[in-house]
Nanobody, 117 residues
Framework: QVQLVESGGGLVQPGGSLRLSCAAS????????MGWYRQAPGKERELVAT???????NYADSVKGRFTISRDNAKNTVSLQMNSLKPEDTAVYYC???????????WGQGTQVTVSS
Protein backbone atom coordinates (compact mmCIF):
# COMPACT_ATOMS: atom_id res chain seq x y z
CA GLN A 1 0.00 0.00 0.00
CA VAL A 2 1.01 3.57 -0.65
CA GLN A 3 0.03 6.49 1.55
CA LEU A 4 -0.05 9.99 0.09
CA VAL A 5 -0.25 12.96 2.45
CA GLU A 6 -0.99 16.44 1.11
CA SER A 7 -0.16 19.72 2.79
CA GLY A 8 -0.12 23.41 1.96
CA GLY A 9 -3.76 24.23 1.33
CA GLY A 10 -5.49 27.23 2.82
CA LEU A 11 -7.22 30.53 2.20
CA VAL A 12 -5.65 33.02 -0.21
CA GLN A 13 -6.79 36.19 -1.91
CA PRO A 14 -7.28 36.35 -5.69
CA GLY A 15 -3.93 36.86 -7.38
CA GLY A 16 -2.08 35.16 -4.55
CA SER A 17 0.03 32.01 -4.47
CA LEU A 18 0.05 28.68 -2.67
CA ARG A 19 2.33 25.68 -2.81
CA LEU A 20 0.90 22.21 -2.29
CA SER A 21 3.08 19.25 -1.38
CA CYS A 22 2.40 15.53 -1.42
CA ALA A 23 4.59 13.12 0.50
CA ALA A 24 4.56 9.47 -0.53
CA SER A 25 5.29 6.53 1.77
CA UNK A 26 6.87 4.53 -1.08
CA UNK A 27 9.69 5.69 -3.35
CA UNK A 28 8.14 7.71 -6.17
CA UNK A 29 10.66 6.33 -8.63
CA UNK A 30 8.44 3.23 -8.44
CA UNK A 31 5.60 5.22 -9.99
CA UNK A 32 4.81 5.88 -13.64
CA UNK A 33 3.28 9.25 -12.93
CA MET A 34 2.08 11.47 -10.16
CA GLY A 35 -0.38 14.30 -10.31
CA TRP A 36 -2.88 16.64 -8.81
CA TYR A 37 -6.63 16.61 -9.27
CA ARG A 38 -9.28 18.88 -7.81
CA GLN A 39 -12.96 18.76 -7.03
CA ALA A 40 -15.13 21.80 -6.49
CA PRO A 41 -18.52 21.58 -4.76
CA GLY A 42 -21.12 20.09 -7.07
CA LYS A 43 -18.56 19.28 -9.76
CA GLU A 44 -16.69 16.18 -10.85
CA ARG A 45 -13.07 15.61 -9.96
CA GLU A 46 -10.81 16.99 -12.70
CA LEU A 47 -7.19 16.74 -13.63
CA VAL A 48 -5.01 19.71 -12.76
CA ALA A 49 -1.49 18.53 -13.63
CA THR A 50 0.55 15.36 -13.97
CA UNK A 51 4.24 14.59 -14.16
CA UNK A 52 5.86 11.37 -15.33
CA UNK A 53 8.98 9.77 -13.95
CA UNK A 54 10.74 11.26 -16.98
CA UNK A 55 9.70 14.72 -15.75
CA UNK A 56 7.21 15.25 -18.57
CA UNK A 57 4.44 17.53 -17.29
CA ASN A 58 0.88 17.96 -18.48
CA TYR A 59 -1.56 20.68 -17.42
CA ALA A 60 -5.24 21.42 -17.68
CA ASP A 61 -5.85 24.36 -20.01
CA SER A 62 -7.37 26.33 -17.14
CA VAL A 63 -4.10 26.34 -15.16
CA LYS A 64 -1.46 26.53 -17.91
CA GLY A 65 0.98 29.34 -17.29
CA ARG A 66 -0.12 29.71 -13.66
CA PHE A 67 0.59 26.34 -12.04
CA THR A 68 3.82 24.34 -12.04
CA ILE A 69 4.15 20.70 -11.00
CA SER A 70 7.47 19.26 -9.88
CA ARG A 71 8.80 16.12 -8.22
CA ASP A 72 11.69 15.43 -5.88
CA ASN A 73 12.69 11.79 -6.11
CA ALA A 74 15.11 12.08 -3.19
CA LYS A 75 12.37 13.34 -0.85
CA ASN A 76 9.57 11.27 -2.43
CA THR A 77 7.44 14.35 -2.87
CA VAL A 78 5.48 16.02 -5.65
CA SER A 79 4.57 19.68 -5.44
CA LEU A 80 2.20 22.07 -7.13
CA GLN A 81 3.13 25.75 -7.21
CA MET A 82 -0.01 27.78 -7.83
CA ASN A 83 0.31 31.43 -8.83
CA SER A 84 -2.21 34.05 -9.91
CA LEU A 85 -4.95 32.14 -8.14
CA LYS A 86 -8.56 32.79 -9.10
CA PRO A 87 -11.80 32.17 -7.21
CA GLU A 88 -12.58 29.37 -9.68
CA ASP A 89 -9.50 27.53 -8.43
CA THR A 90 -11.32 26.94 -5.15
CA ALA A 91 -11.59 23.19 -4.60
CA VAL A 92 -10.29 20.22 -2.66
CA TYR A 93 -6.99 19.23 -4.24
CA TYR A 94 -6.00 15.57 -4.30
CA CYS A 95 -2.61 14.01 -4.87
CA UNK A 96 -2.62 10.99 -7.18
CA UNK A 97 0.00 8.39 -7.97
CA UNK A 98 0.11 5.48 -10.39
CA UNK A 99 2.62 2.95 -9.13
CA UNK A 100 4.27 0.01 -10.80
CA UNK A 101 5.47 -1.40 -7.50
CA UNK A 102 3.25 -1.87 -5.61
CA UNK A 103 0.92 -1.83 -8.60
CA UNK A 104 -2.07 0.45 -8.39
CA UNK A 105 -3.51 3.94 -8.32
CA UNK A 106 -3.47 5.79 -5.02
CA TRP A 107 -5.08 8.96 -3.70
CA GLY A 108 -4.35 11.33 -0.85
CA GLN A 109 -7.02 12.55 1.53
CA GLY A 110 -7.24 15.99 -0.09
CA THR A 111 -6.42 19.52 0.98
CA GLN A 112 -8.77 22.50 0.74
CA VAL A 113 -7.78 25.51 -1.33
CA THR A 114 -10.03 28.56 -1.06
CA VAL A 115 -9.46 31.67 -3.16
CA SER A 116 -11.53 34.53 -1.86
CA SER A 117 -11.27 38.18 -0.89
Amino acid sequence: QVQLVESGGGLVQPGGSLRLSCAASVRIVNSNAMGWYRQAPGKERELVATITNADSANYADSVKGRFTISRDNAKNTVSLQMNSLKPEDTAVYYCNARYVLPFGQYWGQGTQVTVSS
